[in-house]
């Protein structure tokens, strides 16, 4: 059984930075891809970033172009999403998901395994 735990959410000013962990736990990861997923108030959950545990490549919605960052560390079994120049609209629960496949994917109904959500709230 695959267990995700994200932390390092939190409030922070517009044009700050937060970086949110994502610890993994239950299989070997070699062949997954992590993403990380966000959902505002009243708004579908949507696609962030995503990162192949074997390759190392990246993908990321237009719209974190440039400001955010995904990293895995594959001794700690962890991915990272640093996240920098926050607005106000990035303000969302952040999940982290498994996906157990090397070809990334962007919707989340392709992802099978997610952690419970952590706050990121940026104001203004």
């Known amino acids: 059984q695959v267990q995700l735990v994200e932390s390092g959410g939190g409030l922070v000013q517009a044009g700050g930075s937060l970086r949110l962990s994502c610890a993994a736990s239950?299989?070997?990861?070699?062949?997954?891809?992590m993403g990380w997923f966000r959902q505002a108030p009243g708004k579908e959950r949507e696609f962030v970033a995503a990162?192949?545990?074997?390759?190392?490549?990246?993908y990321y919605t237009d719209s974190v172009k440039g400001r955010f960052t995904i990293s895995r560390d594959n001794a700690k079994n962890s991915v990272y999403l640093q996240m920098n120049s926050l607005k106000p609209e990035d303000t969302a629960v952040y999940y982290c998901?498994?996906?157990?496949?090397?070809?990334?994917?962007?919707?989340?109904?392709?992802?099978?395994?997610w952690g419970q959500g952590t706050q990121v709230t940026v104001s203004s």
């Open positions: 998901a498994s996906r157990n496949s090397i070809v990334a994917a962007v919707t989340e109904h392709e992802y099978d395994y």
């Open positions: 239950g299989r070997t990861f070699s062949r997954f891809t």
């Open positions: 990162i192949s545990w074997s390759t190392g490549r990246t």
